[in-house]
């Protein structure tokens, strides 16, 4: 079976561009690029992975369209604009050309206003996501379920993947309330990413903890709509990438072969439209 990666983050801290990265971080604030994921890439059998924005810049993103450029196995690239400037959309149409350009991201996580994403100054970009045939990486708290699902309701068209499964706060045992509300949202059509789990659950997480909400998204989101990502190298706060690549193996291992190749690359390579 051949494994794509959804979600992976390279960066470089120089850049400047990162402000929720906090100072000093041992694991965080340093360098990761290609040479840093390859042996686990190569270890774990990931052919293809997509990478996604981590700075709310225009030259963050092309700074990543030029390592996909150079990086045989990045297959995809998850882009920004400002969502907040209308003259942003020739840069948008620019970027739309490059062929590895999948999606954009606004990180709908860090803006204060919870209903920033319908605000009628923000809609042109959603339609111009639809119009260049991009996807959109939506960014979020379990507290923005209903404003994603009005998002999603008033913008049918548009491609949409739930990043982390909208970070349920698992060390807080929080989960009915995440768990019905993103069953509404699954009625949307959105596909969901299997990431960001360990993260949310905190240092000495176990199989038994993620189960039910591995189990959840599975259930209401199905296999056709569910894609794996490692979420590297944030991952590695909690775990290293075998780590997390084997603990969502064993939590998958009930779904027939079928299956289990979607969530761990069918599903990314239809949804992203990766070529082989």
């Not at 840069?91 to 606004?106: F, N």
């Not at 990413?193 to 989101?221: C, M, N, Q």
């Amino acid at each position: 079976m051949e494994i794509v990666d959804a979600h992976q983050h390279f960066w470089h801290p120089a850049r400047g561009d990162y402000g929720w990265m906090p100072a000093n971080d041992p694991v965080l604030s340093r360098p990761y690029g290609p040479t840093d994921l390859a042996p686990a890439l190569s270890a774990a059998g990931v052919s293809q992975t997509v990478l996604v924005q981590a700075a709310p810049s225009l030259h963050e993103t092309e700074y990543l369209l030029g390592i996909a450029d150079a990086t045989p196995h990045v297959a995809a690239v998850v882009g920004w604009i400002d969502f907040e400037d209308r003259g942003q959309l020739a840069a948008l149409q620019r970027l739309a050309r490059h062929p590895k350009l999948k999606a954009i991201r606004p990180m709908i996580q860090d803006i204060p206003d919870d209903d920033w994403m319908l605000r009628d100054d923000v809609q042109w970009a959603f339609e111009a996501l639809i119009d260049l045939d991009l996807r959109f990486d939506a960014l979020g708290f379990p507290r923005h379920i209903s404003r994603f699902q009005t998002l999603l309701t008033r913008h049918p068209s548009l491609r949409c993947v739930i990043d982390h499964c909208l970070k349920p706060q698992i060390r807080d045992g929080a989960f009915d309330d995440w768990a019905e509300g993103l069953r509404a949202l699954a009625r949307t059509g959105a596909f969901c990413k299997l990431s960001g789990l360990v993260t949310e659950a905190g240092p000495g997480w176990t199989l038994d903890e993620l189960r039910p909400y591995v189990s959840h998204v599975l259930d209401i989101f199905g296999p056709q709509r569910v894609m794996w990502g490692s979420d590297w190298p944030v991952l590695r706060l909690r775990a290293e990438y075998q780590d997390w690549l084997d603990a969502a193996q064993t939590l998958t291992a009930h779904l027939d072969a079928t299956d289990r190749a979607r969530v761990f690359g069918g599903t990314a390579r239809a949804f992203y439209g990766l070529e082989p």
